[in-house]
């Protein structure tokens, strides 16, 4: 079990695990008893009551975590997600005994993106210091890595050191290898597949682990092509086991891609009539898609706000005791769980009083333990008003990314000095910006949570205004320019409109959006929901409300619409422009007079501000600006600009502001901006 850091620092060095696991049950167990362990974290709000869905139980079932991003310690600000990992180890135990009180299975499924977009990852010393112990605390059956555990040769690692070994043969990878320096080759992160027969059912299990085909890893890493791996030797003698009830496809893979529909056409191809469930990841979306009558596909959203169940019935099988069971067609049913203890109560029928565990109780002290030690609640700033990255119009008072557009960038770039010390324009892709920022406390995590990215900025000096603007007209507009630079499914922070596989994949990729664009209509429920048309015994809340291949009943919680806007791939900044006239030099309602603090390196010019919400008449448009841009993205700012005839190499880029990261510059800017009084 998880251990606090005081204990940790005592223990002998020759001291072994199991000592350490003991001294630990110990310690906590009387500290449980001398006093109360709250289940959600300290200052979490309070879930509010909604009708609710059951779940759909049967002889297979499964729960799927996906894209967690570090977020263990469950949404602070949001009531419908606001149950920790600890409430999820206590759900996942008593689910576990219902099951087998049924006389039926439940396997844990978890699909990658474990690591990055959280304070409690990105601000410890090394990153992840905590969430692997937190994570391993779930009793997870089968599991795979993401992109995110690739990016750096650190995250990889810590994988294939500490993550892989935990979980002893439940974590698959049938598709990445990873450098092991000892043997001097490259060697699967993981095992490829795994066999096993579940222990009440008898279910005879085939399982594979996916990652999409990414390209962004860090080169101590491969990720060999899915539809490679499907033609290897292992694969092939895999999906050709005839002692095999139902082959279980868990990735880091969205479920409407040409990945999991070569997989999917792979196994079919030899094992037409066998079932086949897929677990993914990646888009960060609630869904569900049926692929043929005796095949699904569940993706579970992002950052532990939901906890998916998918249950499969009338499975062919010998079954424990040898006897046959015969079914013509399975039967498949999926529900959507929001992350939060109402729900978790009515799903296992316990209480305030019995449903904290004594397991899931010592993981939530422990990540309160591991928030207060790296400070993540100390105060920046207080947001004066909800900012929304999709659920407000660009650009509009209510948008995120009209604040940055209109005063945080212009703020960046008055601050800094540059050697020209005239016009400037910044780019930043909005795929920068992971979150909302919600009215009130914006903390050291919230920092994380905006903009988890560690790149800064970097310049090129003097270039022709007029290519720059058509520059942004070829970025928002995806033009094929920009096709070599794609992947099938793109890495954040790349922009959130990048290829996708096909029209439906497409709709699923923008990471910004928590919920689909059109939300469904509440129709005519079950009365025993709670819910009739026109009349109910709660005052619906806005939610996710899905619409996917099972229809518009996946949610367990019953939710109004909210409405999506688009927002552009790309905005940009300028500063220091010439004004227009007198009369229109001061700013719109949305910008501002204040920056940041004059430093050492910096200067502030008398100029007046404009932004591209406001461009200057053509007539005072600056013949070159400094073109300042996310270092990330630098590769469609070269590939743009010598489209338009203006040829750059990578040596003519300089870096802006000695390196610092946009994350860094942005809490600077709320700590100078903001006030500290939240009440």
């Known amino acids: 079990m998880v251990l606090s850091r005081g204990i940790v620092s005592h223990l002998p060095a020759h001291a072994t695990y199991m000592s350490y696991n003991m001294l630990c049950r110990v310690i906590l167990s009387v500290a449980l008893a001398l006093q109360s362990v709250q ?104 599991l795979c890595s993401g992109n995110h555990e690739l990016y750096k040769k650190h995250t990889a690692e810590e994988e294939y050191f500490v993550t892989v070994p935990n979980f002893k043969g439940r974590y698959l990878s049938s598709n990445v290898d990873i450098y092991n320096e000892r043997r001097a080759s490259f060697v699967p992160l993981a095992p490829r597949f795994r066999k096993f027969t579940t222990p009440n059912q008898g279910i005879r299990i085939s399982a594979f682990g996916f990652l999409f085909n990414f390209k962004g890893n860090y080169n101590n890493t491969v990720v060999q092509p899915v539809e490679e791996t499907i033609q290897e030797e292992w694969f092939q003698e895999a999906i050709r086991d005839r002692e095999v009830d139902l082959f279980l496809v868990v990735g880091h893979v969205a479920i409407r891609s040409p990945e999991y529909r070569a997989i999917h056409a792979a196994i079919r191809r030899v094992r037409w009539d066998t079932p086949i469930q897929f677990f993914g990841g990646h888009s960060h979306i609630r869904d569900y898609a049926v692929y043929d009558s005796k095949s699904t596909a569940l993706e579970s959203g992002r950052y532990l706000e939901t906890i998916g169940f998918m249950s499969v019935g009338e499975i062919y099988t010998s079954g424990k005791d040898g006897s046959a069971s015969v079914s013509a067609a399975p039967s498949f049913a999926r529900r959507y769980i929001d992350n939060n203890l109402l729900s978790f109560h009515h799903h296992t029928g316990m209480n305030s009083s019995t449903f904290p565990t004594a397991a899931g109780q010592e993981v939530s002290r422990y990540i309160a333990d591991a928030r207060r030690t790296l400070k993540l609640d100390d105060l920046i700033g207080c947001a004066p008003q909800d900012y929304w990255l999709s659920r407000a119009e660009f650009p509009s008072n209510q948008s995120i990314l009209s604040l940055l557009q209109e005063r945080i960038l212009p703020s960046i770039v008055r601050r800094v000095k540059r050697s020209s010390g005239g016009p400037a324009q910044m780019i930043i892709n909005t795929g920068t910006i992971r979150f909302d920022i919600f009215k009130g406390p914006f903390t050291a995590d919230t920092a994380y949570i905006v903009s988890p990215f560690t790149g800064g900025f970097k310049y090129l000096r003097g270039v022709p205004y007029e290519k720059t603007k058509h520059l942004m007209t070829l970025l928002n507009n995806q033009h094929p320019v920009f096709e070599s630079l794609r992947e099938p499914e793109a890495p954040q922070p790349q922009p959130q409109s990048a290829s996708s596989a096909d029209t439906a994949a497409q709709e699923h990729m923008s990471y910004q959006s928590q919920h689909r664009r059109h939300g469904q209509e509440i129709l005519g429920q079950d009365p025993s929901y709670g819910v009739s048309r026109g009349e109910s015994e709660f005052e619906l809340q806005p939610g996710y409300t899905t619409r996917d291949d099972g229809g518009d009943d996946g949610d367990d919680t019953i939710h109004l619409p909210i409405e999506f806007h688009s927002i552009p791939d790309f905005i940009d900044a300028n500063a220091f422009f010439p004004a227009r006239s007198s009369s229109s030099s001061s700013s719109s309602s949305l910008s501002s007079s204040s920056s940041f603090p004059v430093s050492s390196d910096s200067t502030v010019s008398s100029d007046t501000l404009t932004t591209t919400a406001e461009h200057a008449d053509a007539k005072h448009d600056p013949d070159t600006v400094d073109l300042i841009f996310l270092d990330f993205i630098q590769p469609w700012i070269i590939l743009g600009l010598t489209f338009l005839g203006q040829e750059y190499e990578t040596d003519d880029v300089q870096v802006y502001a000695n390196g610092q990261s946009f994350t860094s510059m942005l809490e600077r800017w709320i700590r100078e901006n903001w006030d500290l009084d939240c009440a």
């Open 39 to 142: 289940a959600v974290q300290p200052g979490a709000p309070e879930p509010i009551a909604a009708p609710l869905r059951d779940l759909p139980w049967n002889q297979l079932n499964f729960l799927h975590t996906t894209d967690i991003h570090g977020w263990h310690a469950g949404h602070l600000q949001e009531p419908f997600y606001s149950a920790d990992w600890g409430d999820y180890v206590s759900l996942a135990q008593h689910l576990r005994d219902q099951a087998n009180e049924r006389g039926v299975d439940l396997l844990l499924i978890d699909t990658g993106d474990r690591v990055e977009g959280n304070g409690l990852y990105d601000a410890s010393d090394p990153e992840g210091k905590y969430t692997s112990e937190i994570f391993k605390q779930q009793d997870i059956d089968v």
